[in-house]
């Protein structure tokens, strides 16, 4: 069955999926560039720089080609098919690093402020646990950590007990809950 390193953009997952692979010897796919070479999005929005993928067509290209053997690297964990994923491990960073990792990456403005909070309130999360099942559901804290950290801590959690990386263990919200505005903004940009 497949690997799913899923997280918000800018969490790591890209560098965290490829090291796994090559330690593993599985296959790597970047769910983003098939979305682009098989062209598997509705349209392209110029505001926030980025496809408005087609899931359900996904979907459907993924439950005939995948092999069950990939470790899978994306954001749009609702596009895979159940039956073909063993686990999905959902990278997580503090907000405040994530913010200034998509400024750094010239990011638009509305993209990394959308990012941040699909953060906070643990949306890619949400989604993996909707999508796949929470008992195949775990989520790994990145801050702090480097690659190789990250990498050993997914290593346990497929090889050993896991349960240290449940659901529920990050809690963004309750951190920053100080930060939260009059106007209920929780970062201004």
């Known amino acids: 069955m497949a690997i799913v390193i899923a997280g918000t953009p800018g969490v790591g997952k ?3 999926a490829r090291l796994l692979a090559e330690r ?11 979305v682009k070479r098989e ?19 996904l979907r459907g290209y993924l439950e005939k080609t995948l092999t ?12 895979l098919p159940p039956s073909k994923v063993s686990v ?27 990012n941040v909070e699909a953060e906070i309130l643990d949306a890619v ?12 559901v775990y989520e790994v804290d990145t801050t702090g950590k480097s690659i190789a950290e990250v990498t050993e801590i997914i290593t346990q959690i497929l ?16 951190k920053y809950y100080f930060l939260i505005g009059k106007e209920g903004e929780l970062f201004k940009f």
Request: with cysteine.
């Open 159 to 174: 090889t050993k007990n896991g349960n240290l990386y449940r659901p529920g263990g990050v809690n963004w919200l309750e």
């Open 39 to 57: 062209k598997f999005y509705t349209a392209y929005d110029a505001v926030r720089e980025s496809y408005i993928v087609d899931v359900e067509r």
């Open 88 to 114: 999905a491990i959902v990278l997580r960073l503090d907000p405040l690093v994530l913010r200034e990792r998509l400024i750094k990456r010239g990011y638009p403005d509305l993209k990394v402020r959308e």
């Open 14 to 16: 890209t560098t965290v």
């Open 125 to 136: 999360l949400i989604s993996a646990v909707q999508s796949i099942g929470e008992e195949r």
């Open 68 to 79: 069950c053997n990939e470790i899978i690297d994306t954001h749009v964990v609702e596009a």
């Open 24 to 34: 593993t010897g599985k296959p790597y796919v970047d769910l983003a560039e098939v």
